[in-house]
């Protein structure tokens, strides 16, 4: 259907307000993680929010994040074409304002996240409002996401070590000093690889941040980052608070290089030399009996099986979120 800006995932937002889903929030640094999270969101009548950090864009751009931004959101923008779905960009984690600002004249993000959740409140607060002024002044409809709390691990190298949640009070005046139009918050979840049994979650919390926002008269879409770890059953629970949106990218690193290792160890004699048969790859193998499988070392066959696999996450990740069958655009 088409790659859609801020004004249109607000809308999105406000569906998901109204009617109690998130978006699924998947990041990306390559096509067959993207084409995966496509066919996915299509079959569940889904739409989709894709994400990129820094960091991602420099792998795309092989060092360049201008040059990963452009290529990625070029990409992007024809597959999203081919489905029927709503499609949007999201940048994770950004704490650079340089690159902030060529994105947003670049126009290529629905949405930024600006990150100072690291800094003290007052800074987080000016760098936060910064951004939306920036996006003001440009005329920009992107909208722009901030986080107040701090959650454990590393993400595109931003690491805490200690987590603090998010006070509802201090969300409040976070949100109206900012304007920022989502805000993510600390109620327990962690980045990097975490178990929903071990993590000390306050749905409560969550719930008493929406309800000191909205006795402000702030209907401000919550967001829900380091998920990963996270059981079906809390998912469940966390999404009745405001929560619209729910940040995933761990889950999906894993299920790229499991689908690839199962598939390569299936048919490790295929790939890899006998014994006695000498590992001459310099020379293709030219001088043995033995030569490797076309059939399984195609980087595509093993790109099609990481696309249906991330296929199938996504899919039921947006069943568990609410967001299928809830396309404004199918």
Request: glycine residues 10%.
């Amino acid at each position: 259907m088409g790659f859609y800006g801020g004004d249109e995932l607000s809308k999105v937002y406000a569906d998901g307000l109204e009617d109690g889903f998130g978006l699924v929030a998947s990041n990306v640094a390559e096509p067959n993680v993207l084409l995966g999270l496509l066919e996915g969101a299509e079959r569940v009548d889904s739409d989709l929010l894709v994400q990129m950090s820094a960091g991602a864009c420099r792998f795309a751009g092989d060092g360049d994040e201008v040059a990963g931004l452009k290529a990625m959101g070029n990409y992007i923008e024809v597959m999203a074409e081919q489905r029927d779905i709503g499609v949007f960009l999201n940048m994770d984690h950004q704490t650079d304002m340089a690159f902030i600002e060529a994105q947003m004249d670049l126009d290529i993000p629905s949405s930024i996240m600006i990150d100072a959740s690291h800094e003290e409140f007052e800074e987080n607060v000016a760098r936060s409002k910064r951004v939306v002024e920036m996006a003001e002044e440009k005329g920009s409809d992107v909208l722009v996401e901030a986080e107040l709390g701090q959650i454990k691990g590393v993400e595109d190298g931003i690491e805490a070590d200690e987590a603090f949640y998010t006070d509802p009070e201090q969300a409040v005046e976070f949100v109206e000093r900012t304007g920022c139009d989502l805000l993510a918050i600390a109620v327990g979840t962690q980045h990097g690889v975490a178990k929903g049994k071990d993590l000390e979650l306050r749905p409560d919390l969550a719930r008493d941040i929406e309800d000191a926002l909205r006795d402000h008269g702030l209907d401000t879409p919550l967001v829900l980052h380091g998920s990963s770890g996270l059981q079906p059953s809390q998912v469940e629970e966390m999404m009745q608070y405001g929560i619209c949106k729910m940040n995933k990218d761990t889950r999906y690193q894993y299920e790229y290089t499991r689908t690839a290792f199962d598939l390569y160890r299936a048919h490790t004699d295929e790939l890899v030399p006998p014994e006695g048969v000498p590992d001459s790859r310099d020379t293709f193998f030219e001088d043995a009996d033995w030569s490797p499988n076309k059939d399984v070392f195609d980087p595509r066959v093993a790109g099609r099986d990481i696309r249906e696999r991330i296929a199938d996450v996504h899919a039921d990740l947006a069943e568990l979120a609410g967001s299928a069958g809830q396309s404004r655009y199918a």
